[in-house]
C-alpha cells in the first residue's frame, strides 16, 4: 500500500509538471480545433488551454464556433469554459465532469422551415477531402483522443453540474415573414445530473423587456417533469410577427406557470396577467388589464378548466357595434373537452357581460355551436355596450332563455322574451315593446309582439329570413284597432301633425335587407280612418282654386273670393273629414289602389294611382263629387242655379292628384270647368225660358224642348 501510495504521489508530481506544457502545445491545439471542426463542420478557435491539477480542470479562454458562412458572426463564443474532473471515475475509464462552466457565452441561432440550422458534420466527401492533421496519430505526439477515439477506447462521459454565467442567446427565426429575432439576456442556468434520481434546473434570464426565471426538475428515465416558471413583465410585442394580418398585440405579461407529470402528457397549471394590454384580433380588440387562469392536460388532446377575467379592460367589437367600457364585467369560464370529431369543446361555460349571466356549452368544431341559457337581465346600461341603442336609450327585462346558436351557416333557435322593454325613439316619444323574439334556425320571428306609444298600440308581426345569407328576406305585418293615427305616424314615420283619426290596419309586406327605396316591397295594406283630419288639406279648395282665369270661369273663380260667397265656402274647406279609407297593393316601391275614399262635410273623393313609398310622391286621379248644398254655393257664385228638381250629386273630374303626402296638387280634366260653369248657366236659362213655354205652349212643353236641348247641346251634371 506504501508503494502504491508512493507512486500515486510521483505521479501526480510529474503530471503537474509535464501537463500543462502538453495541452498547451501547438499538436494538442490542432488536434482539438480539427476534432471540432470535424464533429461540427464549423472552424473552432480558441486563446489557450490551461490545465489545473488540484482540482483537476481544463479551462478554455476565449472559444469561438464560427458561423455558416465566412461573413456570419460566430455561431457561439465564450468568454472562458471551464471543466473540472473527478479522479476516482478514471481509474473505471469514466470522464466525469464534476463541473462545467460556461462564463459570457453567445449563442446565435437560426430556424427556418427545416428547424434549427445547427452544426453538423460535413458530408462523407467532405471529410474525405480534408488533410490529415500534422503529428499523426501517436498518442504522445498529440496526447489526445478524437471524440470517435474516445468512443471506441470505451471511455464514458458525464456531467453532473452544468453552469451557464451572464449568457446571450440569439433566435432568428425565418419561419414567419419578417424574421423574428429572440434575445435571451443576462441569462443564468443550472443543471445537476444524477444517475439515481431527476435532474434538477433553474434558470433566469431577461426576454422581450421583462424577466422570465424557471425552477424545476426532470427525470429523463420516468420521462416526467415537474418545473414553475415566473414571468415578469414580458412584452407581448415579441409576439407580433407570429400573428396573422389583422392581429396585433402589445402591452405586458407576468405570472406563473407550472407545468408537470408526463412529457408526452403533461399538466399546465396557469396564472397570468396581461397589463396594459393592447390586443386586435380581426373586428375585436381589448384596451387594459386581462388576466387568464388554466389548468390544462397537454397533449394531442386538450382538456381542463380555463378563466378570463377582462373586466378591467375596455373591449372594442365590430367596428364599434359593441363596446364594453372598463370596469364592466366581463368573464368566461368553462372546461375544455375533447368534442366527438376530435375538435375542442367548452363545457359548463359561464359567461358574464354587464349583467348578462350566460352558462351553456360551445364546441369549436368547424361549425361553431352553442348552447346557452341565461337568466332575464335589466336592460339599463346596455346602451353604452351597444352603441347602436344608445339614442333609444332602452330600460326594461329582457329574458333569453334556453339559445342555440351556430355559425356558418349563421343559425339561431331559442325564444327571447321582451317583457315591458321601453325605448325612446330618436326626436320621438318613447315606446313600450311587449311580445317575443323567436329564432328557428336561418329566421327570426316576432311572436305576439305589440308596440305601445302615446297609450296607442299596434300589433307587429313578422320575421326575417336568410340570417345566414348577404342580403335577407323579410316579411312584416301591421295591425291597429282604433289606434290614433297621428301618435303612430309620429312616432314611427316622423310624419307629425299630418293625419289625425282612429285608425283601423291590416298590412302584410314582404322586402329584402339591401332595398332602401323599398322597390322590392310588395304585399297589401287597408285601412280604414273614421272621422278624422288631414292637416291643411282641403281638396274641395284646391279644386275651386283650379277654375280657371279666363271667361266665365275667371268670373266664377273671382265671385268666389267675394266675402259673403267665400264665406258660404269656408265650412267645406275643412281638413276633417268623415271617412279617409282604401286598399293598397304593395309593388316595386308604390302603394297602389282603385278605391281610395276620402268623405268630407258637403263632398267626397274617390282616387285611384299610387304613393311612392320613398318620398310619398302623389300620383292619383278621380272624380270629385258635391253635394247640394256645395252645389248650390257654387252655381250661386257664377250666376247661375242648381235645378230644384235635380237629384243626382254633381260629378267633377279630378284629373291628377300629385305633390306628396303632406302637399297634394289638383289637377281638373281639360272641359271641366266650362261644363261646371255652363252647366250652372244653362240652368238659370232653362228655369227662365221653360217658364214662358209653359204659358205659351201649355205645361210641360217647357221641360221637354229644354231636355231636347240638353241632348243636343250636351248638357251635363
Do not use: C
Not at 359548463?348 to 341565461?374: F, M, Q
Not at 306609444?453 to 345566414?468: A, C, D, F, H, N
Not at 302637399?663 to 261646371?676: F, I, M, N, S, Y
Request: hydrophobic share 40%; glycine share 12%.
Amino acid at each position: 500500500m506504501l508503494v502504491v501510495l508512493v507512486l500515486l504521489v510521483v505521479a501526480v508530481g510529474a503530471l503537474a509538471i509535464f501537463l500543462p506544457g502538453l495541452v498547451a502545445s501547438p499538436a494538442v491545439r490542432e488536434r482539438i480545433e480539427t476534432a471540432a471542426k470535424d464533429a461540427t463542420g464549423r472552424e473552432f478557435r480558441y486563446q489557450e488551454l490551461t490545465f489545473g491539477l488540484l482540482p483537476p480542470r481544463l479551462v478554455i479562454t476565449q472559444p469561438r464556433l464560427s458561423g455558416e458562412r465566412p461573413d456570419d458572426p460566430p455561431f457561439a463564443e465564450a468568454g472562458d469554459v471551464s471543466l473540472r474532473i473527478a479522479l476516482a471515475p478514471l481509474l473505471a475509464r469514466a470522464l466525469v465532469l464534476e463541473n462545467l462552466v460556461v462564463n459570457d457565452a453567445t449563442v446565435r441561432l437560426v430556424r427556418d422551415a427545416d428547424g434549427l440550422r445547427l452544426p453538423e458534420p460535413p458530408a462523407e466527401e467532405e471529410a474525405a477531402e480534408a488533410p490529415a492533421p500534422a503529428g499523426g496519430d501517436s498518442a504522445a505526439e498529440g496526447g489526445a483522443e478524437t471524440g470517435s477515439e474516445a468512443g471506441d477506447s470505451g471511455v464514458a462521459l458525464a456531467v453532473e453540474d452544468f453552469r451557464l454565467r451572464g449568457a446571450r442567446v440569439i433566435l432568428e427565426d425565418r419561419t414567419v415573414t419578417p424574421a423574428a429575432t429572440w434575445d435571451v439576456e443576462e441569462l443564468d442556468a443550472n443543471l445537476k445530473l444524477s444517475a439515481v434520481g431527476p435532474a434538477r434546473f433553474d434558470l433566469d434570464a431577461r426576454v422581450a423587456g421583462g424577466r422570465l426565471s424557471v425552477d424545476g426538475e426532470a427525470d429523463l428515465k420516468a420521462e416526467t417533469t415537474d418545473l414553475e416558471a415566473k414571468l415578469e413583465a414580458i412584452g407581448l410585442a415579441a409576439l407580433a410577427p407570429y400573428l396573422e394580418a389583422g392581429r396585433t398585440a402589445s402591452g405586458t405579461l407576468s405570472g406563473t406557470v407550472g407545468v408537470s407529470g408526463p412529457f408526452a402528457r403533461p399538466v399546465v397549471d396557469a396564472d397570468l396577467r396581461v397589463a396594459d394590454g393592447a390586443v386586435q384580433i380581426e373586428d375585436v380588440s381589448l384596451r387594459g388589464p386581462l388576466v387568464l387562469r388554466a389548468k390544462l392536460a397537454g397533449g394531442e388532446a386538450v382538456s381542463g378548466s380555463f378563466d378570463v377575467d377582462a373586466t378591467g379592460a375596455a373591449l372594442d367589437a365590430y367596428d364599434g357595434a359593441f363596446q364594453k367600457p372598463a370596469g364592466r364585467p366581463a368573464t368566461v369560464k368553462g372546461r375544455l373537452v375533447p368534442a366527438s370529431d376530435g375538435s375542442l369543446a367548452v363545457d359548463d361555460v359561464e359567461l358574464k357581460i354587464h349583467n348578462l349571466d350566460a352558462r351553456g356549452r360551445i364546441d369549436a368544431g368547424k361549425r361553431v355551436r352553442a348552447s346557452l341559457t341565461a337568466e332575464p337581465f335589466d336592460l339599463a346600461g346596455w346602451d353604452e355596450i351597444l352603441p347602436a341603442l344608445a339614442e333609444y336609450r332602452p330600460a326594461g327585462t329582457l329574458s333569453p332563455g334556453a339559445l342555440e346558436l351556430a355559425t356558418e351557416p349563421l343559425s339561431v333557435k331559442g325564444r327571447i322574451g321582451l317583457d315591458g322593454i321601453r325605448m325612446q325613439l330618436p326626436d320621438g316619444p318613447e315606446i313600450a315593446v311587449q311580445g317575443a323574439l323567436e329564432g328557428t334556425g336561418d329566421a327570426l320571428a316576432l311572436r305576439d309582439v305589440v308596440l305601445t306609444t302615446g297609450g296607442e298600440s299596434v300589433r307587429v308581426g313578422g320575421q326575417v329570413e336568410g340570417l345566414s345569407r348577404d342580403v335577407m328576406s323579410y316579411r312584416l305585418t301591421l295591425g291597429a284597432d282604433g289606434a290614433e293615427t297621428n301618435t303612430l305616424l309620429s312616432a314611427f314615420a316622423g310624419l307629425d301633425d299630418q293625419v289625425h283619426g282612429p285608425l283601423t290596419l291590416e298590412t302584410d309586406l314582404r322586402g329584402r335587407s339591401d332595398d332602401e327605396k323599398l322597390e322590392n316591397l310588395n304585399g297589401r295594406l287597408a285601412f280604414t280612418i273614421t272621422p278624422g283630419k288631414l292637416t291643411g288639406v282641403s281638396l274641395l279648395e284646391q279644386t275651386v282654386n283650379r277654375l280657371g282665369t279666363f271667361g266665365e270661369a275667371a268670373l266664377m273663380a273671382a265671385a268666389l273670393k267675394q266675402p259673403e260667397k267665400a264665406k258660404k265656402l269656408e265650412r267645406f274647406y275643412g281638413d276633417e273629414f268623415e271617412e279617409l279609407a282604401g286598399t293598397f297593393t304593395v309593388n316595386q316601391g308604390w302603394a297602389r289602389t282603385k278605391d281610395l275614399r276620402l268623405v268630407y262635410d258637403g263632398y267626397r273623393v274617390d282616387l285611384a294611382g299610387g304613393l311612392r313609398l320613398f318620398d310619398q310622391k302623389l300620383d292619383f286621379s278621380g272624380q270629385l263629387t258635391l253635394e247640394r248644398e256645395v252645389d248650390e254655393t257654387l252655381a250661386d257664385a257664377s250666376g247661375g242655379e242648381v235645378p230644384a228638381e235635380t237629384r243626382e250629386p254633381r260629378v267633377i273630374q279630378l284629373a291628377s292628384v300629385t305633390g306628396t303626402l303632406d302637399d297634394p296638387k289638383v289637377g281638373l280634366a281639360p272641359g271641366t270647368v266650362e261644363d261646371l260653369v255652363g252647366g250652372y248657366a244653362r240652368s238659370k236659362y232653362r228655369r227662365k225660358y221653360q217658364d214662358k213655354l209653359d204659358e205659351k205652349l201649355g205645361e210641360g212643353a217647357g221641360a221637354e224642348i229644354g231636355n231636347l236641348v240638353d241632348g243636343l247641346f250636351g248638357g251635363k251634371r
